[in-house]
């Protein structure tokens, strides 16, 4: 698997494109964004005298529904109302991989342009320029000290790429796409090495890339357990999808050899291990950490957890084709084919649906908010 050719959402505007279907990451950036505003008002703070002509903010993992210009908007926003220099410009560079639909995303910017001039109200709007900026972040993107803002929402659970040994056939990982219960302890350790690896590097490579004092805010889907194996239902969401690849392994539309090298390259750490690396990178100041909350369902919007679930059914159709699908089809097209793919949501939906008989299924999600040290 060719991680920067397959790893990307759904393309285009249809049904099954992430920008039709990406609520979920709506909702997360909404809940972020006093946390968000706290950086730049930090980053503001920290500019030197007088205050520069240009800043730049990059969005990392921006893939290419309307939540990557709901970020561009809402930092236009939070500066307008920040007292900035009415000569500092706005530069925001929309990273993602090679494979990300960002003609989509420059086809939305008309729009962008109209929400911003619906929402002027008297505010004076600073002069801003966005540009598209493909590659891995797992690699150097920017010139050193060029980056005042950092922002990425749920791109760094993706890996670099699956564990070699994984990926290899050393050590197998049968049944599972992911950590599941009966993951080997081994294997579970592959994972977690893995994730060490990628995010300790993400961390090297900010560091250089961002300016004296500038900020950093990171969300990504978490656990709140640190047991490795108490994944909770980020990990219940994957096995789910494997029961439902095995089916059609039962049903000879898979081949079972397929399933067993199927591997994400997906990793939901604890905060715990979050701050510990951050820490440990002696890169950052920690200015914020926090954990809450998210319906598997992108269209439930209660705030309490555990509640019954109303329509089990309805709710497992969206969880499955209005949120995983869009992610999740590319990687499911390039190791299986793209022939299963609606045979396999058609399977998912009813495992899905058994699963939310028990209660409401929540997604722990991890925000925190950096600062680079001077």
């Known amino acids: 698997m060719e991680i920067e050719r397959t790893l990307h959402m759904v393309g285009g505007d249809g049904n099954d494109s992430y920008a039709t279907n990406s609520r979920l990451s709506m909702k997360a950036i909404m809940e972020t964004k006093p946390v968000l505003c706290k950086a730049i008002e930090g980053g503001f703070a920290s500019l030197s005298s007088p205050a520069p002509a240009k800043i730049v903010i990059a969005d990392l993992g921006c893939s290419s529904g309307p939540n990557t ?9 939070m500066i307008s109302t920040s007292g900035y220099s009415e000569k500092t410009e706005l530069q925001f560079f929309l990273n993602d991989l090679p494979g990300n639909d960002f003609n989509y995303v420059f086809r939305s910017l008309q729009q962008l342009k109209q929400q ?6 008297g505010l004076l709007e600073p002069p801003y320029y966005i540009a598209g900026l493909p590659g891995s972040f797992y690699t150097r993107l920017f010139p050193c000290q060029s980056v005042h803002l950092f922002h990425s929402s749920y791109a760094l659970m993706w890996r670099s ?3 070699e040994e994984l990926s290899s056939g050393v ?12 993951t080997p302890s081994h294997v579970v350790k592959l994972f977690q090495k893995k994730f060490k690896e990628d995010f300790s590097l993400f961390l090297t490579l ?27 239902d980020v990990g219940t969401m994957w096995e789910l999808l494997a029961q439902a690849l095995q089916i059609l392994v039962q049903k000879g539309r898979v081949k079972e050899e397929d399933l067993t090298t199927f591997n994400l390259p997906f990793y939901a ?21 926090g954990v809450f909350e998210s319906s598997w369902d992108p269209h439930d919007d209660s705030k309490s957890n555990g509640d019954v679930v109303a329509d089990c059914a309805r709710s497992a159709d969206s969880i499955a084709n209005c949120s995983i699908r869009a992610v999740i089809k590319p990687l499911i097209t390039d190791h299986f084919g793209e022939s299963i793919v609606d045979e396999l949501f058609q399977v998912y939906v009813p495992i899905v649906a058994k699963h939310l ?15 680079g040290r001077l």
């Open 69 to 77: 210009l709901l970020v561009v908007s809402g930092v236009i926003g």
């Open 116 to 121: 911003l001039a619906d929402r002027k109200e």
């Open 161 to 163: 790429k699956v564990p």
């Open 171 to 182: 050590h197998l990982n049968k049944g599972n796409i992911y950590i599941g219960k009966a």
């Open 206 to 232: 900010r560091q250089e890339e961002l300016v004296s004092g500038g900020r950093m805010v990171l969300t990504f889907l978490g656990r709140k357990s640190s047991q490795m194996l108490a994944h909770g």
């Open 269 to 289: 750490p604890s905060v715990d291990e979050v701050t510990e690396l951050i820490e440990e990178s002696g890169l950052f100041d920690v200015e914020h950490t």
């Open 357 to 371: 008989e028990k209660g409401r299924a929540m997604y722990p999600v991890i925000v925190v908010s950096l600062k």
